[in-house]
């Protein structure tokens, strides 16, 4: 590590302490096996591969240490899943409860460790799914060494259920927003000479419903609400093309518009996007009040 990285190190490790974080330097290495040890029916490692992965010296026990990968379901109860990586101290004394890595009959397995009221040592899964495993009934039994720390994999959760979420939050929040009529009349008049054809007043529409302006599906009342505020304007709203351009995404918030499932594409969607857009900039700064008549 050159001298400004370290120093940079240092620096990040000395805020990070003040921020009430304990960092500590990955700078032992400690031995890793590329495959995977069964937290299910006991099964072979096979031939194993070893690399090293660095550590804070300061999480390692005096004993040995090594790394495995876990595989199987067995031990879900313990928090253990397929893929979590498992810190391993060789030959340490085992006690009830503990969870432990052992060689049975050349297989290698990972279970809880008990003995029960007669004294004999039992393996015991953390999924009902699996019955326990008495040790008596093996010729060869090691235990290799007990699990003393589980890093998990990195998480993933389901994209369509995120988008869920989103767009609910985004309903949510679209619905939570009213304004004054003055105010917002004001909005609607600043925004009036971006609309070049009638049918972009559903742009103007939709932001209006959003924060509860305008009655959903109001069309009636959004076009006169527009010809008294601009009654000037030289293409004013029809109710039959505010009717027609409320379909597919566009008849949910502009904040879910999305122009693969859009009334309009390419540039005509870019307009009626910056349309809502710029209404909605206005609107933020528009106070809690009541819907436009």
């Excluded at 949910?252 to 009334?263: I, L, R, S, T």
Aim: charged content about 30%.
């Amino acid at each position: 590590m050159k001298r400004s990285e370290a120093k940079e190190m240092l620096v990040l490790l000395k805020d990070m302490t003040q921020q009430g974080w304990q960092p500590m330097l990955c700078d032992t290495p400690v031995p890793c096996f590329d495959n995977e040890v069964m937290c299910g029916v006991p099964n072979g490692v096979g031939d194993v591969s070893e690399e090293s992965m660095m550590l804070p010296k300061e999480l390692l026990a005096l004993q040995p240490e090594f790394i495995v990968k876990a595989k199987g379901d067995s031990m879900l109860g313990a928090g253990i899943e397929s893929g979590d990586m498992l810190q391993v101290v060789a030959d340490a004394r085992v006690m009830d409860g503990d969870t432990v890595m052992a060689l049975l009959d050349g297989d290698y397995t990972v279970k809880t460790y008990c003995e029960d009221d007669q004294g004999h040592p039992w393996l015991v899964p953390q999924n009902e799914a699996y019955d326990p495993i008495c040790l008596d009934g093996y010729e060869q039994v090691k235990i290799v060494g007990v699990v003393k720390q589980v890093t998990k994999c990195a998480p993933r959760a389901n994209f369509r259920t995120c988008r869920k979420m989103i767009d609910m939050a985004k309903m949510k929040e679209a619905g939570t927003r009213t304004v004054k009529p003055e105010r917002l009349a004001e909005a609607v008049r600043q925004v009036a000479p971006m609309v070049k054809v009638g049918r972009q007043w559903y742009a103007v529409y939709r932001v209006l419903a959003d924060c509860k302006a305008v009655k959903e599906d109001d069309f009636d009342g959004f076009c006169k609400m527009v010809r008294r505020t601009v009654p000037e304007h030289g293409h004013l709203p029809r109710r039959e093309e505010m009717f027609r351009m409320a379909v597919q995404s566009f008849k949910k918030p502009v904040a879910m518009w999305n122009e693969g499932n859009a009334p309009v594409q390419g540039k005509r969607f870019v307009d009626y996007v910056k349309i809502a857009e710029t209404l909605t900039k206005l609107s933020k700064t528009l106070t809690k009040s009541g819907r436009l008549g």
